[in-house]
């Protein structure tokens, strides 16, 4: 079965600086990976998602980040974080269900903090 | 409307009470999920609806839970006899193709429902 794991569920940043969320996952076969983000009290917003063909994504609001075969991880990334940023990201894979469905298996989150 | 919509965006109801929850898709999706984010199992899937057929059902926690989906559009999840541990945010997504694990999901901003 598919798993992700985020590690830090939570990172304090000053603005400006840069960020890098880690997202580890396991799988036996080829996957898709996606980020999310969720401001609070709002739903889930799609950041960006690996598909295939280049390893490096770019997505929304300057994220990017970079899927990484051998090391099995999708960490995502940004320059120079604004007030703006604090939110939860969660990192998810999609992962064959019943019936040929997929579905997606969500990271546990990691909580971004910036703060001035 | 532009987005997934769900309503209520608040519930609270007493330890044993059924609620229903509904989802609004985007118009001409055809593809709908639920999930449960709750503080100790984060992002959960439940139930997967492809036009208003429910291929996957995997994720529902028990037999209290129960949705239907009518006209391809609007979903219902229903939860009899609510129990404490039923507290959580109810989420809801829709794709437009379904069951393709490249599709992006977009999420509603979710239902809040509170046991006492």
């Known amino acids: 079965a598919q798993s992700v794991t985020q590690l830090d569920s939570q990172v304090p940043v000053f603005e400006e600086a840069p960020v890098e969320l880690r997202c580890n996952y396991s799988s036996s076969v080829s996957v898709y990976l996606f980020w999310y983000v969720q401001y609070p009290n709002q739903g889930l917003q799609l950041l960006l998602k690996?598909?295939?063909?280049?390893?490096l994504v770019k997505g929304i609001n300057g994220f990017e980040a970079e899927f990484n075969k051998s090391q099995t991880s999708f960490h995502l990334r940004k320059p120079s974080v604004h007030i703006s940023d604090t939110a939860e990201y969660f990192c998810?894979?999609?992962?064959?269900?019943?019936?040929?469905?997929?579905?997606?298996?969500f990271g546990t989150g990691t909580r971004l903090l910036v703060s001035p | 409307g532009a987005g997934v919509s769900q309503s209520p965006s608040n519930k609270v109801t007493e330890k044993g009470k059924d609620v229903e929850l509904r989802c609004d898709p985007i118009?001409?999706?055809?593809?709908l999920y639920w999930y449960r984010q709750s503080l100790g199992q984060g992002l959960e899937f439940l139930i997967y609806?492809?036009?208003?057929?429910?291929?996957?059902k995997s994720g529902l926690p028990s037999d209290r839970f129960s949705a239907e989906r009518t006209g391809g559009s609007v979903s219902t999840l229903t939860i009899q006899r609510t129990q404490q541990e039923d507290s959580a945010v109810y989420l809801c997504a829709s794709s437009s193709r379904g069951g393709v694990g490249a599709d992006t999901q977009y999420f509603g901003p979710g239902t809040r429902l509170t046991v006492l």
């Open positions: 690996y598909l295939s063909g280049s390893t």
């Open positions: 118009s001409g999706h055809t593809a």
């Open positions: 998810a894979v999609s992962a064959p269900g019943n019936t040929g469905f997929q579905k997606l298996v």
């Open positions: 609806f492809q036009g208003n057929s429910a291929p996957d």
